[in-house]
């Protein structure tokens, strides 16, 4: 199993970033992508989630109405796109692997990740 | 939301030694709690899921228990490769992580 992700970007603030995430080595319909994102020196945020199967997603209250997440089954490919940058978005963003069982419908865990992209937001 | 908090935030610990790190839930999660090790500059790293179940691959050193709202991750013997910071990560609804326990050799 493995995600590649894409590379670092510098954006203004108020523009948008997409970062991909590129998934091999496992049925990628049968499982869900997650987007955990992590500030300088900071812990873990989750972002939200996207199940590749029925393209479905939920986002965190906390970015909700900038983000979308997609995923490409052609490609086995997931995207995650945030508008409106502001200088706290600033930190490195990482897909993971997740069961598709949400609320707590199952176990969930990010078993898989991919290396992470760092986006720097500033003018 | 559900929040986490973890303590200690830090410490320091001999290797050899047993460490103790507690995730504690503002309400009820069952046993819907994970844990993870981040290495400084990488990705974060699965260690135990549904609060006491060790990810294939992760030593037997690791362990966690507990449930509703107290969680535990032991090291049992406490390894130089063990330098890392530690999550818990609770997924009733949404997840959420704790702020994490950053580990260090004394």
């Known amino acids: 199993v493995q995600l590649v992700q894409s590379g670092a970007e510098v954006k203004k603030p108020g523009a948008s970033v997409k970062v991909s995430c590129q998934a091999s080595g496992y049925s990628f319909t049968s499982f869900g992508i997650s987007w955990v994102r992590q500030a300088p020196g900071q812990g873990l945020e989750w972002m939200g989630w996207?199940?590749?199967?029925?393209?479905?997603?939920d986002y965190a209250q906390k970015v909700q109405g900038r983000v979308t997440m997609t995923a490409d089954t052609s490609t086995t490919t997931a995207y995650m796109e945030l508008r409106s940058l502001r200088s706290d978005d600033t930190g490195i963003y990482y897909c993971a692997r997740d069961t598709g069982n949400y609320y707590g419908s199952g176990s969930y865990f990010n078993d898989y990740w991919g290396q992470g992209t760092l986006v720097t937001v500033s003018s | 939301d559900i929040q986490m908090t973890q303590s200690p935030s830090s410490l320091s610990a001999s290797v050899g030694d047993r460490v103790t790190i507690t995730c504690q839930a503002s309400?009820?999660?069952?046993?819907?709690l994970n844990w993870y090790q981040q290495k400084p500059g990488k990705a974060p790293k699965l260690l135990i899921y549904?609060?006491?179940n060790l990810q294939t691959g992760v030593p037997s050193r690791f362990s966690g228990s507990g449930s509703g709202t107290d969680f535990t991750l032991t090291i049992s013997s406490l390894q130089p490769e063990d330098i890392a910071t530690y999550y818990c990560q609770q997924y009733d609804n949404f997840p959420t992580f704790g702020p994490g326990t950053k580990v260090d050799i004394k």
């Open positions: 309400q009820d999660i069952v046993d819907y």
């Open positions: 996207v199940r590749p199967h029925s393209g479905k997603t």
């Open positions: 549904d609060a006491s």
